[in-house]
């Protein structure tokens, strides 16, 4: 028997890949922008107004930056994980089936009778 589900297959392929590659390119993606942000803080010297606070703007910043990596990587990462383990649930439901064919079949070759389905 060939094998069966070819489409679920290739879904959960696609599933496994698609959250592998949103995870490396969010992990980048968060790389640079809290990078933008931490560098970016510079062009604010002088925030904190007259009187004091000329590095408020590079502190200001930097928490920017750190925040934004944080949250991005929390999502990134819940994304990635929804899709690899959607892809991993296609993947149990298709053992599960196959395992289940291959039982019959063997209880048949027995020659034990394989049960009705319940309600028959």
Known sequence: MGTRYRALRTISTIF?????????????????????????????????????????????????????FIVMIVTVGIYALILIAASEGINVFLDIEENTREMAGRLAQRGTPVPPPPGQ
């Open 16 to 68: 496994k890949v698609l959250g592998w590659v949103i995870l490396i390119l969010g992990i980048l993606g968060a790389c640079g922008a809290s990078a933008l942000m931490v560098l970016g803080g510079g062009t604010y010297m002088g925030l904190g107004g007259p009187g004091g606070g000329g590095d408020a703007g590079l502190v200001y910043g930097l928490v920017l930056g750190v925040v934004v």
